[in-house]
């Protein structure tokens, strides 16, 4: 059962500021904490409205900066069954030059006025705005060649590697420069998942070669727009955290429970980093009870939640079916009872 909840409106733009700027905000923002994953609305059906009491405290402007489709490449595209690696856009690298010259025009995209309007109408609800996409220069890639192809081709083939990463770099710098013009919303959010369950996918020196210098050059776009920099990265990123912090990224999730020691990422990072911190949907929130649940919510807050803030609360992804309410519920009502307590002791 839950309980009674006090009612907690979503904060406004300038708390979530203060959270992320590490400016003392008055609660812990809650940001993609009803990450829903694939198949959980269905599974539950009108029972996922029970969860409407519950805030994001920010808005997402989701898009996908890729249509494939849309740019008639010569070669057919592979089909959509089967794992990912069987379904390289770029099999061979004498395509790279007709793809790099198929690529659209962002200034021209037919989606931007929809999310003008939609960025207007959170701007009059005073709403913190991140434009969002998934995959930037390791997703990406993997996605053009395939993981196997990719994890080789930093070895055989690093001049064409590079040539990708710039044309990505080039191509989503403009989106970004766009969505800055067009709406001015407060952040990106983009996603890399640059470790595995134990470790990094590629050793740092790979990715300072092939991978840090296009964080660096969008991150210097990034902040020319005067925007925040979001990154999700599942697994292992404690050794890499450095080099995105010296990149320009802002916002870490979700230091994934049991890949990162959540104590030294905090101890280490902490006043360099702030932390959307996720909570752990593997484990915890499916297999636990309530109470478990709440205790690790506190543990959490009072691992990261700094006098000047540098701490946000997510879902570490996306929550899946099979997961009791009752845990979800445990999750958020207690990262808004003990994440404003928490906050007042600071004040």
């Known amino acids: 059962m839950q309980k009674n909840l006090p009612i907690f409106p979503p904060l406004n733009r300038e708390q979530v500021i203060r959270a992320v700027e590490r400016r003392s905000p008055e609660r812990i923002p809650i940001v993609l904490g009803k990450l829903w994953g694939q198949g959980f609305p269905e599974a539950i059906g009108s029972r996922l409205a029970e969860f409407d009491i519950y805030p994001e405290d920010a808005a997402f402007l989701w898009m996908e900066p890729f249509d494939y489709k849309a740019m008639q490449l010569s070669w057919p595209l592979p089909g959509e069954s089967g794992a990912m690696d069987s379904r390289a856009i770029i099999d061979d690298w004498s395509k790279l030059d007709e793809f790099i010259a198929k690529l659209p025009e962002p200034e021209n995209d037919p989606r931007f006025p929809e999310l003008e309007r939609q960025c207007r109408q959170y701007r009059a609800k005073d709403r913190y705005v991140l434009f969002a996409w998934w995959r930037l220069f390791f997703e990406r890639p993997w996605q053009l060649r395939g993981m196997e192809n990719l994890m080789v081709d930093y070895y055989l083939h690093p001049q064409q590697v590079h040539r990708l990463h710039q044309a990505l770099c080039d191509y989503y710098s403009r989106f970004i420069r766009q969505a800055a013009r067009l709406f001015k919303p407060d952040a990106f959010f983009t996603s890399d998942d640059l470790g595995n369950q134990r470790q990094p996918m590629m050793r740092p020196e790979t990715f300072v070669e092939f991978i840090k210098p296009y964080y660096r050059q969008l991150g210097k776009v990034i902040r020319e727009c005067d925007l925040h920099w979001w990154l999700h990265s599942c697994g292992d990123n404690f050794a890499l955290l450095p080099h995105l912090i010296e990149a320009g990224v802002q916002v870490f999730h979700p230091v994934q429970k049991n890949t990162m020691d959540a104590a030294a990422t905090a101890r280490e990072f902490s006043g360099q980093l702030t932390f959307l911190v996720g909570f752990d949907v593997q484990q915890t ?25 540098g701490m946000c609360m997510a879902a570490g992804n996306g929550i899946l079916p099979g997961t009791p309410l009752e845990n979800i519920h445990a999750f958020l009502q207690e990262t808004l009872e003990y994440g404003s307590h928490h906050r007042r002791r600071f004040i």
């Open 285 to 309: 929130l499916p297999y636990s009870d309530p109470k478990a649940v709440r205790e690790e919510v506190r543990r959490l807050i009072d691992t990261f939640d700094r006098p000047d803030g």
